[in-house]
């Protein structure tokens, strides 16, 4: 890992690299969560119910939990500069092609293609951003990648949605391939020239991966733990519009106030996984769960409620860090010629916790539980997710 990058002075181009991470993760954040500001938007607009408008982001998801492991697998041969890019190109044409549907078949299809560059991008940007820097800071260095999501977050959710709601959802996809080509051309200015490729694993080692029970129980709190999220984070704007009473001119000032505490705990989050990944993991866990239960009875006033969005928007993505550094950490111990695959793995984990809580949540909608129910089941799949993490602890003991 320590390797991958090759002559290059690294006070001199280890920041202006990950910064062109943080760039184009940005406009990848701001795709995949702008979705939710615009849920019922899309909804009116193309006469969908609200869960189904909801299954977009199922439909992200899915592309990424596919496009990551199989895609990353199939690209190893490729220099990783050259990848980075051309996935940029990709996730553009992406956003293009859902700014120009017709309608919610054609969306859906688009937002399956761009999900394919972002599962690539992230779980080769996770390994070369952690071969940046010293052991001792791989997690900072990956929570400053994934800080161009909790950007997104703070700013290009909340203005996504404005445009949105000014403008139409069209206008606010072409405002993210614009913001897409912005990191094409972060890439091209500020990747270096000289990353070298990981040695890539053989299809026999891949599939030894897919073996190893430590690496299959952190995926699984991977995907136990974004379930949680997203089981709640896609249905937050009619959440706030109809329980809390708040107007839908305000979501994006309540989106705001989520993002600034993502990005606080995302920050806080990779800080403490420096040392203790799993142990800080079990304890964001354990916690945000505890916001949860409490937001099902907060979530009916509206300065209790933003005071409890504000803790769980903190908790929420301080976990990132934490995930992804102890999958590298489980894969370089059991097979380090198959990193790259391992990471795509958890980024395809996130996603696939990302669809299945997206899709819960649709299904806890359209029952008689209703909107005032995914707080409280959300929680629960986040206190499966640290029990999840006592095994993993359990494993490394052996």
Same mark, same amino acid.
């Given at each position: ?105 054609? $969306? ?14 992230? #779980?080769?940007?996770?390994?070369? =951003? ?12 990956? =929570?400053?990648?994934? #800080? ?22 069209? =206008? ?18 500020? $990747? ?108 009916? /006033? ?49 996603? =696939? ?5 997206? /899709? ?39």
């Amino acid at each position: 890992m320590e390797t991958a990058i090759t002559s290059i002075p690294a006070r001199m181009n280890m920041p202006a690299a990950l910064w062109a991470l943080t760039i184009s993760a940005f406009g990848i954040g701001t795709t995949e969560f702008v979705i939710v500001g615009l849920l019922p938007t899309i909804a009116d607009d193309l006469r969908v119910s609200i869960p189904a408008a909801g299954l977009l982001v199922s439909f992200y998801a899915i592309g990424v939990a596919i496009g990551a492991p199989v895609l990353t697998a199939l690209t190893s041969h490729i220099p990783r500069r050259r990848l980075l890019i051309g996935l940029m190109l990709l996730f553009v044409a992406g956003n293009t092609a859902a700014a120009l549907s017709p309608g919610y078949l054609t $969306l859906s299809i688009a937002r399956v293609i761009t999900g394919f560059a972002h599962g690539v991008f992230f #779980a080769t940007g996770a390994t070369i =951003a952690a071969a940046l820097v010293t052991p001792d800071r791989r997690a900072s260095a990956i =929570a400053l990648m994934f #800080a161009g999501l909790t950007i997104a977050m703070v700013t290009g959710v909340p203005a996504g949605t404005i445009i949105g709601q000014h403008f139409g959802w069209r =206008a606010t996809f072409t405002a993210v391939a614009i913001l897409g080509m912005a990191g094409l051309l972060a890439n091209i200015l500020l $990747l270096p020239h000289h990353i070298k490729n990981e040695a890539a694993a053989s299809i026999r080692e891949q599939v030894q991966v897919l073996r190893n029970q430590q690496l299959l129980v952190a995926l699984l709190t991977t995907i136990l733990n974004y379930s949680g999220v997203f089981l709640i984070f896609t249905y937050l704007a009619p959440l706030l519009t109809t329980l809390t009473g708040i107007a839908p001119a305000w979501v994006s000032a309540i989106l705001l106030i989520y993002g600034v505490a993502v990005a606080i705990g995302n920050i806080t989050g990779g800080m403490a996984a420096n040392r203790s990944p799993l142990t800080s993991l079990r304890v964001m866990l354990v916690l945000q769960a505890a916001a949860l239960f409490l937001f099902t009875f907060t979530v009916h /006033y509206t300065i209790p409620a933003i005071i409890t969005l504000f803790i769980i928007g903190g908790l929420s993505f301080a976990t990132v860090p934490a995930s992804q550094f102890f999958v590298v950490q489980t894969a370089e111990r059991c097979a380090p010629a198959t990193v790259n695959v391992a990471s795509a793995l958890n980024i395809a984990s996130f996603n =696939a916790g990302a669809a299945t809580g997206a /899709y819960a949540g649709g299904l806890i909608v359209a029952s008689a539980w209703g909107l005032g129910a995914t707080p409280w089941a959300g929680g629960l799949f986040l206190l499966l997710a640290a029990a999840a993490t006592i095994w993993s602890a359990h494993l490394l003991k052996k």
